[in-house]
């Protein structure tokens, strides 16, 4: 049996979805790592350290987050509520992650601090890192065959271009008007739009 693909404005509407979930992921979590790397400059009292447990801590979440939620598309046929659900995960961590942080700055024992800033930062970055793998998953039954390096390209370009965003604004406009913990807020209300956003387009194309 021959497989077949969706209409025209459904793969619109698909992509458009995408497009708003990786963008606005990346916009969120580079201004995040910046804010990251501005609370641990502060937790762990050096700029070298505290970009080590940054750097260390994304890395290892984009790795980590890459292989299990890799693994779970293949267990999980309804990609866009886990797609969906990421993206709500992603937006309550980025509004409590500020103040986990900075209550981890509070404990004497500086061996202490850097490991549980690694662990905390290691949740936002797991999820970010799966969500490639459950975009790519999720344009599986849009896209022809022969074009998945092309839609990749597209799901990857419109992350990085979030990211790119995100790098500029964040220090020129939100956190010298908001602060940083305002600014984790605003990231979170972008993960939360983006959530919705698919849950919308699920709802509208039956995809639950």
């Known amino acids: 049996m ?75 046929k309804n990609t866009a509520a886990l797609l969906a659900a990421m993206e709500l995960s992603l937006a309550l961590s980025s509004a409590i992650l500020i103040p986990a942080l900075r209550l981890i700055g509070q404990i004497p024992d500086w061996n202490t601090r850097y490991l549980l800033s690694f662990l905390v930062i290691l949740i936002p ?22 074009r998945t390096g092309l839609y990749a390209g597209i799901v990857y370009g419109a992350d990085t271009l979030g990211a790119l965003a995100g790098a500029i604004i964040l220090p020129f406009w939100f956190l010298p008007a908001l602060g940083a913990y305002q600014s984790s807020l605003v990231a979170a209300a972008a993960e939360l739009i983006s959530g919705l956003v698919i849950i919308a387009w699920a709802g509208q194309w039956k995809k639950w």
């Not at 979590?29 to 505290?50: P, Q």
């Not at 999820?127 to 039954?141: D, H, I, N, T, Y």
């Open 2 to 76: 021959t497989k077949t693909h969706s209409s025209a404005p459904s793969l619109i509407a698909a992509i458009a979805c995408l497009l708003i979930a990786l963008g606005t992921t990346g916009l969120a979590f580079m201004m995040l790592e910046i804010l990251f790397l501005r609370e641990l400059l502060i937790t762990l009292g050096g700029s070298v350290y505290a970009s080590s447990a940054v750097l260390a801590s994304v890395m290892f979440g984009l790795f980590l987050g890459s292989q299990i939620f890799g693994l779970l598309t293949t267990k999980i």
């Open 125 to 146: 970055s797991a999820l970010v890192g799966g969500e490639v793998p459950v975009a790519m998953q999720f344009c599986e039954g849009f896209i022809k065959k022969g």
